[in-house]
């Protein structure tokens, strides 16, 4: 089955460790998206790619980078983790139709970051 | 300024007892709003797309509504397996490729 993959789906990382997030997609859609979600808020859109364009929400922090090597991956690395930034991080794709006009998201099962 | 904004926060419900969950949008020329349903630790979910006033789908005992201003989901006879975190979103002319999220409906269904 098409799908959106997170690995891992579990991180431990200690305050100020480099850690890597991964995610891949075998919808070969062109837009991937990561988000942060903290306990009872709405997703945070941190960027996106539109193919290989990639765009960087204003507000989200310089800590925060990523990688889109080609169409089925895309990586999120946050260079040094502060104890705010414990969240779960989603994965999100979708394409364009046509004439702007975009499917659904499809969202991986998340990856719940602890910082220790 | 786009905007989304779901009412109520959290919602219980006695099984069978049928509800409806609100998402109020602002944003210049809607393209497509979204809901999504979510369980605790896991990725949203698809449920449905709406892209004009007038607008319905269905699915089971979920039905979205779309207006100018708001979409409705309606839960007809809800189920405990009905509980979840129901999300909404919003992508429109002047958000690029960004989806707009709500904070979502905290929905508890009681058996």
């Known amino acids: 089955d098409a799908m959106v993959i997170q690995n891992p789906r579990y991180q431990v990382t200690q305050f100020g460790k480099p850690v890597t997030l991964s995610c891949s997609q075998t919808?070969?859609?062109?837009?991937m998206y990561w988000y942060q979600q903290k306990s009872s808020q709405a997703p945070k859109l941190l960027f996106h790619y539109y193919d290989k364009d990639f765009n960087n929400e204003a507000d989200t922090p310089d800590n925060f980078q990523s990688r889109r090597p080609n169409t089925s991956f895309c990586f999120l690395d946050i260079r040094s983790p502060g104890l705010g930034d414990a969240a779960m991080y989603l994965c999100?794709?979708?394409?364009?139709?046509?004439?702007?006009?975009?499917?659904?998201?499809?969202f991986g099962p998340g990856t719940r970051l602890t910082v220790l | 300024e786009d905007q989304v904004t779901q009412s109520p926060e959290a919602l219980r419900l006695q099984e069978g007892e049928s509800s409806s969950l609100n998402c109020s949008y602002t944003?210049?020329?809607?393209?497509?709003l979204f809901w999504y349903r979510q369980d605790p630790g896991k990725g949203p979910e698809f449920l449905f797309t709406?892209?004009?006033a007038g607008e319905e789908k269905e699915k089971e005992r979920l039905k979205a509504t779309l207006t100018k201003k708001e979409s409705f989901l309606h839960i007809t006879a809800p189920k405990p397996e009905d509980s979840a975190t129901y999300l909404c979103a919003v992508l429109g002319l002047n958000t690029g490729n960004q989806f707009y999220f709500g904070t979502g409906t905290s929905l508890t269904v009681i058996p």
């Open positions: 999100a794709t979708s394409r364009v139709i046509g004439g702007g006009t975009y499917n659904e998201q499809f």
């Open positions: 709406l892209y004009s």
């Open positions: 944003v210049s020329g809607l393209r497509g």
């Open positions: 919808l070969n859609h062109n837009v």
